[in-house]
């Protein structure tokens, strides 16, 4: 069975320090793919990133970076030198590829508060 | 690309009325579609998984006739909250799968979600 833990209900930083974002994943599958969105107070989901189970490289976008390493089943998300913008609630999400038709199951969420 | 559109963005209705959420693939097509509820302050919990053409499959838990969801087509997806009770008052918010061009699924483009439905039944 797939599941998807983030042990940080909230966190809250100044602007500009830098924060990281845990996940930690459970799967049987080989193939999967995990996910990052973001979910301002307006309540659409921001989709931020696809990682594939195959592809460890770590990835970073601007102020953004994921580091994926599957011996420890984690994708955690660092946000470097926060931003007041940043501020939003943050999913972690897994797909497993033989789940019909490709099902995703979101972790908790964890709740960013940046003040300025 | 791989825009998701879904309305109403927000609807209140009184108790034991029905209401209609749409959820359309504006630039693919979706054969597969998922409607999400998330309540205040928790994580979004899969309710079905919309297949086009075939009944919907609904996780445990979730009453398929009080949710009916019909998958007519390639780009339209609808749930509808039958005898909505303030309980199921939610936001609720679909996404489809976007196929890359050789169809083989969610490798080319992933998922897009709608922008959700804020459903309060007074």
């Known amino acids: 069975a797939q599941k998807v833990t983030q042990a940080q209900t909230e966190i809250s930083v100044v602007e500009k320090e830098d924060v990281t974002l845990d996940c930690v994943y459970e799967?049987?599958?080989?193939?999967?793919?995990l996910f990052w969105y973001k979910q301002p107070p307006s309540g659409e989901l921001v989709f931020l990133i696809r990682?594939?189970?195959?592809?460890?490289q770590n990835e970073i976008s601007g102020r953004y970076s994921w580091n994926f390493q599957k011996s420890t089943s984690s994708f955690n998300f660092i946000i470097t030198a926060s931003q007041v913008v940043d501020s939003a609630v943050y999913f972690c999400?897994?797909?497993?590829?033989?789940?019909?038709?490709?099902?995703?199951?979101f972790g908790a969420g964890t709740r960013l508060f940046v003040k300025a | 690309g791989a825009v998701v559109s879904q309305h109403p963005s927000w609807v209140i209705c009184k108790s034991g009325t029905s209401v209609k959420i749409e959820c359309r693939s504006l630039?693919?097509?979706?054969?597969?579609m998922f409607w999400y509820r998330q309540f205040p302050k928790q994580s979004l919990m899969l309710m079905a998984t919309?297949?086009?053409?075939?009944?919907?499959?609904?996780e445990q838990g979730v009453e398929k006739d009080k949710f009916l969801i019909n998958h007519a087509s390639l780009t339209l997806s609808t749930l509808t909250v039958t005898s909505a009770h303030p309980e199921d008052s939610s936001f609720y918010i679909c996404?489809?799968?976007?196929?890359?061009?050789?169809?083989?699924?969610?490798?080319?483009?992933?998922?897009?979600f709608g922008s959700g439905t804020r459903l309060t039944v007074v």
């Open positions: 996404s489809a799968v976007a196929s890359d061009p050789s169809g083989q699924g969610v490798g080319g483009y992933g998922y897009t």
């Open positions: 630039d693919f097509q979706a054969t597969t």
């Open positions: 990682r594939n189970s195959f592809d460890e």
């Open positions: 999400a897994l797909s497993e590829a033989d789940t019909g038709g490709f099902k995703t199951i």
């Open positions: 799967t049987r599958d080989t193939t999967y793919y």
């Open positions: 919309s297949n086009e053409g075939s009944k919907a499959t609904y």
